[in-house]
């Protein structure tokens, strides 16, 4: 058992909101003083600022998504506004004003807006945003955040510029959301083949390949930062199944016509969401539940019905198969299972729940949790057989038992706070505190923990094999990382300079045992 501590200084931390940036004139020169007031329709959110003695203004750490609308002020002005505005993940949306003087009579108001599509100052290198409305349009077979991120040209597989995965950095919510340690599939639940969130509480997606911007960090390949959604004043909610079942199979390629076996896909959700007190604190919820069973194998061993020359017909004899079996049972007590006709299973239950609190027209505070339950039947591991590639698999000549497989476990449970605070019209800060608490372990898919034991034939080719996989006896990585990061902003001028510091106390517990491993090539 290994237990290993380490404490990281590098920047890890990734966007959760968006900005609103502009000028305010009077067409001249620039109008201190002004009030602005930028209101989220849907949560009845207002942040307001004033412009500093330049007209310039900043409105940052908004909730992402819309519609907004920007009302402009000043004593001696005409007001102004701007509505149907949508903002994009940590991107900053340009938004100047010409003010009149409200003695003046107009015919013509002249209101300019825009928004940079290549470089601002919260987007710096290559990028693309997949937004709600992008998520709901697309078909997604697997339901999956990494189908989404194939949208991005640059990337393979989750593999940008032809770098592994592992050297990805992928948050939610701000929050760490990798296998950090480094065994498996770099994302959670990989081991599994489970989606560690649902694409129903997804708002936005953002996908970094090379920023130049002194808050992304953590990965040399890219950065997938996915920002879930929020309540708002009105409520809403959702309720939704997915199935498939083996009569939607289809099981016959040209003369050849596989076996008909049992499978069986079956996922259920439900989203909720709205206002705890309208316009101050509002929830989000959403939780699935995903089960799979599938084939283990479409080989079956040869009897007097099925000869070695049929369709998926092993030279292994049911009736040597079955005295192995008869045997183990008697002689020891151990029951291998089946060695046809078996299924595996996979389970995951994925819950995402999020709070958001306006504490007062300057503060404001989020608290997300998530958690993810997945286990999934695995075959015995190759590695070390007799033949590597399919040593302890079905083929022509070898059938090997369920009880050989294993049971793997990925869950996790991530809970992030964030706070953010606009001091004044120049200064904001945003402080996240996060644990992300990962667990993953192996268990036998029979009862007890017999020896895993291969047997050859007489030709010392694979025959059969059973009991406990040799890779699992204490299997387990446990992994907690604690995450406290702050950033603050200070706007001179044209000029925005951030400060901060992006922390991480990472500590692993990693067992692995490897035991010994029987060879036999007679039945007894």
């Not at 699992?472 to 951030?498: A, M, R």
């Amino acid at each position: 058992m290994v237990v290993i501590t380490l404490l990281s200084f590098g920047a890890s931390a990734q966007e959760t909101t968006s900005e609103i940036q502009g000028l305010v004139s009077d067409g001249k020169a620039g109008l201190a003083g002004v009030t602005i007031v930028a209101t989220h329709q849907p949560t009845g959110t207002k942040y307001t600022t004033s412009s500093r003695t330049d007209g310039r203004y900043n409105l940052p750490n908004l909730k992402i998504g819309g519609p907004y609308s920007i009302h402009v002020t000043s004593i001696g002005f005409k007001a102004e506004h701007q509505d149907d505005i949508t903002l994009l993940l940590g991107q900053s949306h340009k938004a100047n004003f010409i003010l009149k003087e409200a003695s003046t009579t107009l015919k013509e108001v002249v209101v300019t807006s825009g928004q940079s599509k290549v470089f601002n100052s919260s987007r710096n290198g290559s990028q693309e945003i997949i937004n709600r409305q992008l998520i709901e349009r697309i078909p997604n077979v697997n339901r999956s955040w990494k189908d989404l991120v194939k949208l991005v040209p640059s990337q393979n597989n989750l593999s940008f510029g032809g770098l592994s995965s592992q050297l990805n950095n992928v948050t939610l919510d701000g929050a760490n959301f990798n296998n950090s340690f480094g065994l498996g599939d770099g994302t959670l639940g990989g081991q599994t083949g489970a989606q560690p969130i649902s694409l129903d509480a997804i708002e936005q997606i953002q996908v970094n390949v090379s920023p130049f911007d002194v808050k992304f960090g953590g990965f040399a390949g890219g950065s997938i930062n996915t920002v879930t959604r929020s309540g708002k004043n009105q409520s809403f909610g959702s309720v939704y199944q997915f199935f498939k079942n083996k009569d939607l199979q289809g099981y016959k390629v040209g003369d050849v016509t596989l076996p008909k076996q049992d499978f069986t896909y079956d996922l259920k959700g439900f989203t909720a969401g709205g206002a705890i007190v309208k316009n101050k604190l509002f929830f989000f919820v959403n939780g699935e539940q995903e089960s799979r069973m599938e084939p283990g194998t479409q080989w079956v061993a040869s009897d007097a019905n099925n000869t070695p020359n049929g369709i998926n017909v092993s030279q292994a004899k049911a009736a040597d198969l079955d005295a192995l079996r008869k045997f183990l049972i008697e002689k020891y007590n151990y029951d291998p299972g089946a060695y046809q006709g078996y299924q595996y299973g996979s389970v995951s239950k994925r819950l995402t729940t999020k709070l958001d609190w306006n504490i007062n027209s300057k503060n404001s505070f989020s608290l997300k949790y998530t958690l993810l339950r997945s286990s999934a039947d695995i075959p015995a591991s190759n590695s070390q057989s007799v033949n590597s590639s399919n040593g302890r698999r079905p083929s022509t000549t070898s059938m090997p038992f369920y009880g050989g497989g294993y049971t793997i476990n990925n869950n996790a449970d991530i809970i992030i706070g964030e706070l953010n605070t606009r001091f004044s019209n120049s200064a904001n800060n945003k402080l996240q505190i996060g644990y992300t608490k990962l667990r993953d372990f192996r268990g036998t898919l029979t009862a007890g923990n017999f020896p895993q034991v291969d047997i050859l034939d007489g030709n010392g080719l694979p025959f059969t094999t059973f009991g406990y996989e040799r890779f699992t006896y204490g299997n387990v990585l446990n992994s907690d990382v604690i995450q406290l990061n702050n950033i603050f902003n200070l706007y001179k001028g044209k000029h925005e300079f951030t400060f901060g510091t992006q922390n991480s106390f990472k500590q692993y517990k990693n067992g692995f045992h490897l035991t010994t491993q029987v060879h036999s090539v007679s039945i007894v």
